[in-house]
């Protein structure tokens, strides 16, 4: 860890979502960004004193954050049309693999939080840029959704089906989370 450039010393700086809740909860988004839920009387005194508990728990995890790599969608039309298409292509060569397993749909689609997701009909969306990852990445992301089409969980059942597919599901999900959707 580096102590050198004072990074030690700055606060930690968040915002707070108040609702009916009773306790306090933290999220710490992969961008850095750290979200405090409590209660909508819960005095500012309290939410410090809690930060302040879970500081090193915090701090270890913004800098792991800090460690990932950012995948971007590119911003001109023509370069966002091009990423589209290579996406595509690629969830549909996949799809293709598993032929017992047909999403009623495929879309590619800008999600600013997810990888991709799977509906209760079937529709299978994949992140835009999961077309910029390594191609064992992006196989692994839309394995795991064609799974949901077997069981919409994350059940044992689920994850058995998936490493069935795929056995090494399981690397290549802990490689996938050193990626950050920017
Ligand atoms: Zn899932």
């Not at 961008?31 to 879970?54: A, M, S």
């Not at 728990?57 to 792991?64: A, S």
């Not at 032929?99 to 992140?127: A, D, E, F, T, Y």
Request: net charge positive.
């Amino acid at each position: 860890m580096v102590q050198s450039d004072g990074w030690q010393e700055r606060s930690i700086s968040y915002t707070v979502v108040r609702s009916r809740r009773k306790t306090m909860a933290l999220i710490l988004r992969p961008d850095n960004q750290l979200e405090v839920r409590c209660g909508l009387t819960l005095p500012q005194v309290e939410i410090e004193r809690f930060i302040g508990e879970k500081e090193s728990w915090i701090r270890r995890k913004m800098l792991e954050n800090s460690r990932l790599t950012p995948v971007q969608a590119p911003h001109e039309q023509n370069q966002l049309t091009a990423l589209r298409q290579l996406t595509q292509q690629k969830a549909l060569a996949v799809i293709e693999k598993y032929p017992h397993l047909v999403p009623s749909q495929l879309v590619i689609r800008r999600q600013r939080r997810r990888w991709g997701s799977c509906s209760k009909s079937g529709l299978i969306s994949i992140n835009l840029c999961a077309g910029l990852l390594p191609d064992e990445l992006l196989e692994y992301i839309v394995v795991h959704e064609l799974c949901h089409l077997v069981y919409f969980d994350h059940s044992a059942r689920f994850h058995h089906l998936l490493e069935q597919l795929l056995p090494d599901a399981q690397v290549r999900k802990k490689d996938l989370q050193r990626y950050l959707i920017a």
